[in-house]
C-alpha cells in the first residue's frame, strides 16, 4: 500500500504536473473570484440543433467535471442554454446539481435545454424490449427526480460503440416509448469511440435527433469521418461534439519547454475549441469547463471565431500536430494485438478522466462498464504489455499511468 502511494505521489509529481494543476484548479472553482470580470459577450452566435428546430449557443455546458454550482449558475448568466450531464455523473449528484440551479433556484427550466444520458451495461443490452423499457423508464424517473423537472430535452443512450447497438429495435422501441410519452423531447445516443461507424448506422436508420460525439483537433486528418458528421448535419440530425479540446494529458511529454506556453495558457482551449466549431455542421459543443477561469476562456469563442495570431500559430505548428499523433482517437484497431482482449481504448478513456480530468469517479465507471473479458484486470498478469497502437499512443505507459493513478 504504501508503494503505491509513493508510487502514485511520484507520478503526480513527475507527469508535467498535470494532474496536481488539475486537482488544483478543481479547488480553484469553488472561487467565484474574477468570474465577474467576464461580461456577457454582445450576442452568441446560435445554430439549430437539427430537427429537433432547437437553437441554441455553439457553446454549451458539458457538467459532468464540475461540482461547483456557481460555476453552473454563471454558465447561464453570460448566456449558455444547454446543459449536458447523465445519469451516472457523480453518482447521480451532478444532476441534482443541474436541477438545483435551473429548475429550483433560478427557475429558467423553460429556457434551457438539459440534456441526459442512460448507461445500459452490456449485459444489459440482450434483454427483451419489455425488460428494456422497465430499465430505461426506472433510471429516466429518478434522473426527473434529480432535475425536479418532468421532462428532459434530450435522452442519449450513453457511451455508444457498437453499430448493431445503434439499430437494436429494443432499444429504439425503448427510447420512442419515452418520447411518446413525452418524458423526453429527443432522442439520441453518445459515442466515444467508433464513432465514424456509429453514426453511419443512425443513418440508416433514421430515429436518432441529435448525436453527442468527440470531435477535436487530433481528428483534424481523419476526413472520412468529418464527411460523415457532414453527412449526418445534412439529414437533419443535431450535432453536438464533446471532448473537444482533448485534454489527453500526454501529448505534453515530449514538449521541450519553449512550446509550453502553447498548452499551458488559454491559447490551447479557444484554438482548440474555435476548430470544432468553425465545422458549421456542429450546432454546439458542450466543453467541461470546471473552473470560473475556463469558462472565461471558453465564451467568447461563442461570439467571435475568428482565429487569433497566436491560436493560428498554435493548430499550424508541426510539433502541436506531431503531438496530437498522441491523442487517442479510440479507433479500436490496437484491439487486436493485445493477446487478452482488452478494450484498450476505453481503458485509454479512463486514463483521460484520471489524469486530465481528475475525474478518479468517471475513470472507475468507465472501467466497471467493462466486460470481465475486457477489462484491466486481465493486465495483472502480463510481464510486457504488446499491444500497439496505429498512431504512436504509448499504451503501455498509459496502463503503468492508470494503475498508478487508480491504486
Ligand atoms: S490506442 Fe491507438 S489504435 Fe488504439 S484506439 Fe487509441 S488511437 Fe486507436
Ligand atoms: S498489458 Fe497485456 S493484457 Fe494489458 S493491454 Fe497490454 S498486452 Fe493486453
Redesign the pocket.
Known sequence: MARNILNRRKFLETAGGTVAGILAFRRSSFSREGAEKQNKPAELITRTLGRTGVRVPIVSMGVMNADNPELVRRAYELGIRHFDTAYVYQRGRNEEMVGRVLVEELKVRDRVVIATKILLRPQQRSLPVEEMKEIHRRMLEESLRRLQTDYVDILYSHDVSDPDWVKNPALIESLLALKEQKKVRFIGFSTHQNMNEVIRAAMEVKVYDVILTTLNYSLYDYAEYLETLKQAAAQGIGLVAMKTQCQQAWYRESVPPEMRRFYEGPIIHSALLKWVLRHEFMATAVPGFTTFEQLNTDIPVASNLEYKEEEKKFLEDRLVKRQMAAVCRACGQCLQS???G?D?PVVLRAHMYAASYGNFYQAREALDGLEPERSLQ??AD?QQ???KCVRGVN??RR?DELKILLA
Open positions: 493485445c493477446p487478452k482488452v484498450i486481465l493486465c502480463c504489455c504488446q499491444a499504451i503501455a496502463l
